[in-house]
């Protein structure tokens, strides 16, 4: 399992456009990924999990994956969150 910490830097947090972005990106790995944020975890594949989680600027989530591609999921996954803008 790999796993990394990010801070949301876009002023919006993750709002409709940058979920979408994130869900795509993460539906293109074979593995489970999960997203945590103050200790609840969603499928990261899930437009509606996430944004259920209500990601605001300045959170810290945690990406999760296991699975064959899971280095490339979190590190991939970790670079577009800190790439987004609003």
Partial sequence: MQEQSVTISNASGLHARP???FVNKAAM???KIT???DGKAVDAKSILGIMSM???SGSVVTIRAEGPDEA???SELAALIDQLDD
Avoid: G
Wanted: net charge negative; hydrophobic share 60%; no cysteine.
């Fill in 19 to 21: 979920a979408s972005l």
């Fill in 29 to 31: 790995f074979e593995s």
């Fill in 35 to 37: 997203l945590e944020k």
């Fill in 54 to 56: 209500a990601v605001t």
């Fill in 72 to 74: 490339a999921a979190v």
